[in-house]
């Protein structure tokens, strides 16, 4: 039967059904208005003879009885629509914190369980309710942050949650706006979080100041118009990405966990932006920490790696990096040692 309301149309031509319904699909679901409408038309849209809908839930404990009176409100609809349902539970430490690190360390700690739960139920995709205000929101952020190309294409619609779990964004073709009128049609109520309004989270102020301030005075289609800077950043970096792995695969030797070597004969001439981003690369295969390492530090490994090799007299370059990495250049190589690691390179010429 074909989708009946144009909000389950929309989500079916986004993510089309034939795409995911012979596989157990796990929704994140919060209880907010997003989540509920991904709820209520994936269910809408799910065949009663193909694979499996569960739904996940999270509660933090950032809100004391409201998030409790979330997880039974989500709880609740799920018995309804006869779906199953699993509670995540946030340690209590992380719900004493404060400020912009607390909410990446509950997105951390939320992925963790949804990932854990995907893989011991089987599911094939976890999704998530992110619209494409949320899309413009995350791009805004990362330009006020500072930001490079990929920050420029926002959220991915798909990416690997683990080794055989994919994360999906079914919604981010899909405004708040739309969201809202799905869930009047369908009388649906779900669950406001009073700590989207506290303005001490940056993601809050540009929800609720930033970005109405933008439309009502400078551009009314500003959300249109990130989400287009988003498509035409992502194309670019699909093409930076391929040339960088081609580099990658003909300069880069993995030693182990803790030791990579970098043959710089082969970035001779190559661009810098190029350069930059086969050394992200490493850091993201090697899994070092990369929310220290700004354009300073990533410019400076660009500088060791495209040098002339020094005199010998002058000895080799070496520079410490956040995570305790040490990037040290031997002749035509760059090495790079994790901490923890007291063994010795063997260059080759």
Same mark, same amino acid.
């Given at each position: ?49 193909? /694979?499996r809908? $569960? ?8 809100? /004391?009885q409201d998030?409790?009176? +979330? ?22 430490a992380? %719900?004493? @914190? ?22 011991? $139920? ?11 205000? #949320?899309? %413009? ?9 500072? &930001?490079?190309?990929?920050?420029? %294409?926002?959220?991915?619609? &798909? ?33 406001? +979080? ?13 929800r ?8 009502? +005075? ?17 194309d ?10 081609a ?8 030693? #182990?966990?803790f ?31 990369? @929310?220290?390492m700004?354009?300073? @530090?990533?410019? $400076? ?8 090799p020094? %005199?010998?007299?002058? /000895? ?17 190589? $760059?090495?790079?040692?994790?901490s923890?690691?007291?063994? &010795? ?5």
């Amino acid at each position: 039967m074909p989708p009946s309301h144009p909000f389950e149309q929309i989500l079916a031509a986004d993510w089309p059904l034939e795409r995911w319904h012979e596989n157990t699909v796990l929704l994140a679901i919060s209880g907010g208005a997003d989540s509920i409408a991904l709820l209520r038309a994936m269910h809408a849209l799910k065949s009663p003879c193909s /694979g499996r809908l $569960l739904v996940a839930h999270f509660n933090h404990h950032f809100r /004391g009885q409201d998030a409790n009176a +979330d997880e039974q409100f989500v709880i609740g609809e799920c018995q309804r629509l006869e779906l199953g349902c699993e509670i995540g539970h946030g340690p209590a430490a992380l %719900a004493r @914190q404060g400020g912009d690190g607390v909410e990446a360390a509950a997105r951390a700690a939320r992925y963790e369980f949804l990932q854990q739960t995907a893989e011991r $139920l089987g599911a094939r995709y976890v999704a998530t309710a992110h619209t494409a205000d #949320d899309q %413009a929101e995350t791009i805004l952020h990362h330009i006020l942050r500072g &930001t490079g190309l990929a920050g420029l %294409a926002g959220m991915p619609r &798909t990416r690997p949650l683990g080794p055989a779990v994919t994360l999906i964004r079914p919604m981010l073709n899909i405004s708040r706006a739309e969201v809202l009128a799905y869930l009047v049609s369908l009388a649906q109520p779900y669950r406001e +979080d009073s700590t989207n309004a506290e303005a001490q989270f940056t993601r809050n102020r540009i929800r609720g100041e930033l970005l109405p301030l933008v439309k009502r +005075d400078y551009s009314p289609g500003v959300v249109d118009s990130l989400l287009r800077l988003a498509s035409l950043a992502a194309d670019a970096q699909r093409v930076i990405d391929g040339l960088s792995q081609a580099l990658f695969d003909c300069s880069v030797v993995i030693h #182990d966990a803790f030791r990579v070597t970098i043959d710089c004969r082969a970035l001779d001439s190559q661009d810098r932006h190029l350069v930059r981003e086969l050394l992200l690369g490493v850091w993201r295969r090697q899994g070092w920490p990369l @929310q220290a390492m700004g354009f300073v @530090q990533w410019n $400076l490994l660009a500088d060791m790696a495209l040098a002339q090799p020094s %005199a010998p007299e002058s /000895g080799p370059s070496k520079q410490v990096l956040p995570g305790a990495i040490t990037a040290q250049r031997r002749g035509e190589q $760059l090495l790079l040692v994790a901490s923890g690691d007291t063994s &010795t390179f063997q260059t080759t010429k």
